[in-house]
């Protein structure tokens, strides 16, 4: 898919204000932003720093692919006793400007000539799936052919806060194949699908990775458990391996 050049260079600050504000799930919000600059552009996989008022700031993927609207969507885990996410809804409620800086990050998916017919497992846990939103939308955008599997961890079932959206994609696009796993399943979830640590479940559908390419975002302790197994035991090349 072909990106602008000039969703690689950073916008040093942009002035922005919530457009709107959803509720995903019982603790994770969907904030879009519309930003002053309808000129800020980025790779689907980048994030951008939000930043306060007061100078204090957080990294958040960004959501949705670029386009050339002036909008920005983040998914953000709304913490007991509010913190920054408080801070930042409460600047809407007074009518007060925000800002973001960015765009950051090399988390881009590789679909140069050679890669076309590698194989993609795109590895999310929690609000890491954010970036992969991104990608997806560029895949069904490009009807790209290439097989992804995409694999999302949580912990109950109400982690997984698209996951109509997700089911939707996977119709639109067949090449798109969508693995919820749960790690802590509870009686009340009527949970039917895979249980425990998300990248073993790819390890007990991909033994061999030696010819994939694999994209991880979320807990770090997700991240480094999967490039370690992945490696040394499913051969993935380390080259392969992002995040």
């Not at 942009?14 to 552009?41: H, M, N, Q, T, Y």
């Not at 609000?127 to 599997?149: Q, Y």
């Not at 559908?205 to 390419?213: A, E, G, I, N, T």
């Amino acid at each position: 898919m072909n990106v602008p050049t000039e969703a690689m260079h950073v916008v040093d600050k942009v002035a922005c204000r919530i457009s709107s504000v959803e509720a995903l799930s019982a603790d994770i919000l969907g904030i879009k932003l519309a930003l002053a600059d309808e000129g800020f552009l980025h790779r689907s996989g980048q994030y951008l720093d939000l930043v306060l008022p007061d100078g204090s700031k957080r990294s958040f993927s960004i959501v949705n692919r670029p386009d050339r609207e002036g909008t920005v969507e983040l998914h953000v885990r709304q913490p007991p006793g509010g913190g920054f996410i408080r801070e930042v809804l409460d600047t809407r409620q007074r009518g007060g400007e925000l800002a973001i800086e960015g765009p950051f990050g090399e988390f881009h998916f590789r679909d140069r000539p050679q890669d076309r017919h590698v194989p993609v497992i795109f590895l999310a846990s929690g609000t890491g799936f954010s970036p992969f939103k991104a990608m997806i939308e560029d895949l069904v955008a490009a009807r790209n052919r290439r097989p992804v599997h995409l694999y999302w961890g949580g912990r109950i079932k109400d982690d997984f806060y698209l996951h109509d959206w997700v089911t939707r994609q996977a119709e639109a696009m067949p090449a798109l194949a969508y693995v919820p796993v749960l790690s802590e399943a509870k009686a009340g979830d009527a949970w039917t699908g895979r249980t425990g640590f998300v990248h073993h479940a790819v390890i007990v559908d991909f033994p061999d990775l030696r010819d994939f390419h694999v994209y991880t975002c979320g807990a770090p302790v997700v991240v480094e458990s999967a490039r370690r197994d992945f490696v040394t035991r499913c051969g993935l090349p380390e080259d392969s391996f992002f995040n």
